[in-house]
């Protein structure tokens, strides 16, 4: 079953009234976990940094990122009392860590045993293996990235699942990590990658859902898409594509203030996109060609079999003019014509029976 994430990142605005308004939505749309974004300013970005493109758009370029993101802090005392009221109406509580204080805030506060490790931070090697040496099963975001990139990422998750944290990090023990059996064995149970275009909105061109194959085939790995586009499509396309994990912004009114809100869904897009999902995970079914129970019903009515357009009298000749094929699919398969044409009939036929000997 896909798992389905409604990415409520940091459209909260740093309201806690619309970040528990966006859990609500999330159960009601039928997500299976909601997801928010965790850190501090101070540890996450310098105060000369500029905004994204995609920030400015939407947000304008009169302030520094710095000061964007001070406004879209989700407090860790708020942090709590969001967890217990997803559990309380049953959707699981996820956010993404952007510094390392807040992702042991996540672990040893909350204790999360799911993280997510976002596309910007794919690089950050340190960064990585601290979330490595949680323990706890990754997501791994791969937009910006090449598979070299991922590869490396790799090896370094691999290394701090199998190492202590006396352990010393280098390049060759990353590879080392990555090529053993148990290196290996640690990230088929621990990680799911995402296929991921790091541009909001992105555009259709710029998609590439063959990605998901080329990330499976190259790595053995799980793979979703974290998606960005317009609309609903591409998630539900991604799913027919063999993605296991789909995530996609959410906002309850697109028109907020924020550099998300218009590259996310509303509500009611929301609960449309849940339901595509779910339809094509159930269309997609087995993989085994042969006739569904629904078919077997139909086969007699759809299909053919020999029947006498003539008067067939016992001792003659079926001939071609005289034998022929058409609905139903009861008596002799049609794939049988060429062994009666010359034969002796062994029965008496009027016109429009079906064949039976």
């Given at each position: ?5 409604a ?7 740093g ?11 999330a159960?009601?749309?039928?997500a299976?976990?909601?997801k ?6 101070e540890?996450?970005v310098i ?11 939407n ?5 520094s ?7 879209l802090?989700l ?15 049953g ?26 490790i ?9 960064f ?19 598979l070299?990139e991922?590869e ?7 290394f ?6 006396a ?6 023990e ?13 990230l088929h ?12 909105p ?18 053995g790995?799980p ?10 499509a ?14 996609k ?6 028109q907020?203030?924020?550099p998300?809100?218009?590259s996310?869904?509303e509500p009611?897009?929301l ?5 595509g999902v779910r ?5 997609l ?10 078919e ?8 053919k ?26 008596g002799?398969a ?15 036929y ?5 064949i039976?000997?």
């Amino acid at each position: 079953m896909t798992l389905v994430i409604a990415e409520a990142g940091v459209n909260h605005n740093g309201d806690p009234k619309i970040a528990f308004a966006l859990i609500d939505e999330a159960k009601k749309a039928g997500a299976d976990i909601v997801k928010f974004q965790t850190f501090k300013t101070e540890n996450l970005v310098i105060e000369s940094a500029n905004k994204a493109s995609y920030q400015i758009s939407n947000g304008g370029q009169d302030e520094s990122q710095a000061n964007m993101l001070r406004k879209l802090e989700l407090p860790y005392s708020l942090h709590q009392d969001l967890l217990s009221h997803c559990e309380k109406i049953g959707i699981q509580f996820l956010s993404t860590a952007f510094d390392s204080e807040s992702l042991e805030f996540l672990v040893n506060d909350l204790g999360l045993k799911l993280l997510k490790i976002p596309s910007g931070e794919l690089t950050n090697a340190p960064f990585v293996l601290e979330h490595a040496r949680t323990g706890c099963s990754l997501i791994v975001s791969t937009g910006m990235a090449s598979l070299a990139e991922i590869e490396f990422a790799l090896g370094v998750i691999a290394f701090g699942y199998l190492s202590d944290a006396a352990a010393k990090p280098s390049v060759e023990e990353f590879q080392l990590a990555y090529s053993s059996e148990r290196g290996q064995a640690a990230l088929h149970k621990n990680v799911t990658l995402l296929h991921c275009t790091s541009e909001y909105p992105t555009p259709l061109g710029s998609v590439n859902l063959n990605v998901i194959k080329t990330l499976e085939q190259a790595f053995g790995l799980p793979v979703g898409y974290s998606d960005h586009t317009e609309g609903i499509a591409i998630s539900i396309a991604a799913v027919a594509k063999g993605s296991v994990v789909i995530e996609k912004h959410f906002t309850l009114d697109k028109q907020m203030e924020g550099p998300d809100h218009k590259s996310s869904l509303e509500p009611d897009e929301l609960r449309a996109m849940v339901s595509g999902v779910r339809a094509v995970e159930l269309a997609l079914g087995s993989a085994i060609k042969a006739p569904s129970a629904s078919e077997v019903e139909n086969k007699v009515a759809i299909r053919k079999s020999l029947v006498a357009v003539r008067d067939i009298e016992s001792g003659d000749l079926f001939t071609p003019e005289n034998l022929a094929i058409k609905r139903p699919g009861s008596g002799i398969a049609p794939q049988e014509y060429w062994r009666f044409i010359g034969s002796v009939s062994q029965q008496q036929y009027r016109a429009g029976d079906i064949i039976i000997e």
